[in-house]
């Protein structure tokens, strides 16, 4: 008979009920889910083809349609992170030898260079300054040169806290037979969104930010245009697991198995998808524009200088300045141990020059916003 290992003292304390502490995130995101999301988690889980679970998906699917503005048969959420979404837009439509023109005014941008050149693409960019966004000139300009087949955006640049403007980026798409795919992760559920209006082909979001859900179920939708391409496409999608062509066969009519779904985490994107419904989208974007004008308002108070133009800045994602000689981690490091309070520190262009402060979701109160300056002026922070 073979022997068990044996657990010495040290794993015996790991052993220990689960204790994390409780902190208020304003980092870039995961955001605090909603306690009615939470409890919707310790829900007993069905079976993933149960006819209720099924029900489910399709209240999951209209309700994603409504918060993105669109009627796109083809809307589910993937089970994954935000960043499978993403990679789900670009396997699906890309093929080797594509044409990919991206935009690049942040990290994001440089990600998608990354995964469209794995999937073979000829892939081109154009670039912005990390904190500014691209003009239609720019953007016609750069489609004339390069004709690309597929144009990749970031709507909201969570490296930068920009939002890309897209009015008029779809015409201009449909002008230059392209494909238009849009990155809304820092955006869905907290900036107003049209894709249906503004000729967006490809979108992907995530759960833990404007929706106020935990990480792990992404949505993703496809337009018939999109649709079309994937369909001619020549060859198989390279990625199993993200090929829409059977993911449709699950969230579809057909209900055919394709992988077991991660089901507390549908429940409690169902119940975040919910309070926004219950809400009201108009009122959840105003919501999410009136704290973070009071968070600006209450950080130039303190002397602080905000990285993007008022224009374009997010209403859940706010890039602060680290003022001349301030240690930046230190004042994160005393956040968190001291007050319990998570902020994000710069990436790229932009590390070790910005703190990173969201303002998403169930997070996008008043009394975040207080906190969060009670304890800065407390740490010592100011311009």
Known sequence: ?????????????????????????LGPGPSNAHPAVLEAMNTSPLGHLDPAFLGLMDEIQSLLRYVWQTENPLTIAVSGTGTAAMEATIANTVEPGDVVLVGVMGYFGNRLVDMAGRYGADVRTIAKSWGQVFTLEELRSALETHRPSLLALVHAETSTGARQPLEGVGDLCREFGCLLLVDTVTSLGGVPIFLDEWGVDL????????????????????????????????????????????????????????????????????EALRLVAEEGLENCWQRHQKNVEYLWERLENLGLTLH????????????????????????????????????????????????????????????SVDKFIDALEKVGVKG
């Open 1 to 25: 008979m073979m022997q068990t290992l044996s657990i010495n003292n040290n794993q015996r304390l790991q052993l220990a009920p689960l204790a994390v502490p409780s902190r208020l995130l």
């Open 203 to 270: 979108a992907y979001s995530c759960s833990q930010k404007g929706l106020g859900c935990p990480p792990g179920a992404s949505p993703f939708t496809m337009s018939p245009r999109a649709v079309e391409k994937l369909q001619k496409r020549p060859n198989k999608v390279a990625n199993w697991y993200l090929d829409m062509t059977l993911l449709n066969k699950y969230w579809g009519q057909e209900r055919v198995y394709h992988h077991t779904a991660p089901i507390n985490l549908y429940y409690a994107l169902r």
């Open 308 to 367: 993007v133009e008022r224009e374009f800045r997010l209403p859940t994602l706010t890039t602060v300045r680290i003022p001349e000689g301030v240690d930046g981690k230190a004042i994160a490091r005393q956040l968190l141990n001291e007050h319990n309070i998570e902020i994000g520190g710069g990436l790229g262009e932009l590390a070790g020059k910005v703190w990173r402060v969201g303002l998403m979701g169930f997070n996008s109160r008043q009394e």
